[in-house]
């Protein structure tokens, strides 16, 4: 059973996230969804994430926001494409060749160091959250080729910082 407090930030962060308006929220994964994406790509979900989409699966809007790089940010794990959900899964890894000065040695040791304890998953475009059954409260990570930052504290704080100004009402 997931600690209450894993429960909360995912529960909160997704009813701030369909207060925001940004996206299309359909029901939620089920258990039985879960065990079988997470056995297809080989990837835990945290407890809040798990939340966070139990609560409502975000579904990118119609037109992507001018100048985007994502077509469809929010990876769509009901329907979505096999091919561009494992893409979204190795953006962290992948994207680092882009980085300058980075040579196919660069490319393979990141890869290799990604693939070890810590693994990433997709939230939205480039924002990223540890993966691990068990846990919550991680930040959420911003990857851009070499550049890694914390994007929000954990989710609740990624959606208010990403999806609100600072003059809404919360």
């Known amino acids: 059973m997931p600690h209450p407090d894993a429960l909360h930030l995912g529960r909160e962060a997704t009813?701030?996230?369909?207060?925001?308006?940004?996206?299309?929220?359909?029901?939620?994964?089920?258990?039985?969804?879960?065990?079988?994406?997470?056995?297809?790509?080989?990837?835990?979900?945290?407890d809040d994430h798990r939340a966070f989409l139990a609560g409502?699966?975000?579904?990118?809007s119609a037109r992507p926001e001018e100048g985007a790089t994502w077509e469809r940010p929010w990876?769509?794990?009901?329907?979505?494409?096999?091919?561009?959900?494992?893409?979204?899964?190795?953006w962290p890894v992948h994207d680092v060749d882009r980085a300058p000065g980075n040579d196919a040695e660069t490319v393979r040791i990141?890869?290799?160091?990604?693939?070890?304890?810590?693994?990433?998953?997709?939230?939205?475009a480039h924002r990223f959250i540890p993966a691990g059954r068990g846990t919550y409260g991680s930040p959420v990570l911003s990857i851009w080729g070499s550049d890694m930052i914390t994007y929000g504290r954990d989710l609740i704080d990624y959606v208010r910082h990403d999806f609100?100004?600072?003059?809404?009402?919360l």
């Open 56 to 60: 409502g699966l975000p579904i990118n």
């Open 164 to 169: 609100y100004r600072q003059d809404d009402d």
């Open 110 to 124: 990141a890869g290799h160091e990604f693939a070890r304890p810590l693994k990433l998953i997709p939230l939205y």
């Open 75 to 90: 990876p769509d794990w009901r329907d979505g494409d096999e091919e561009e959900l494992r893409r979204h899964l190795e």
């Open 15 to 46: 009813r701030l996230l369909a207060l925001s308006g940004v996206c299309e929220l359909r029901p939620g994964l089920t258990d039985r969804e879960f065990a079988r994406i997470e056995a297809e790509y080989d990837i835990e979900f945290a």
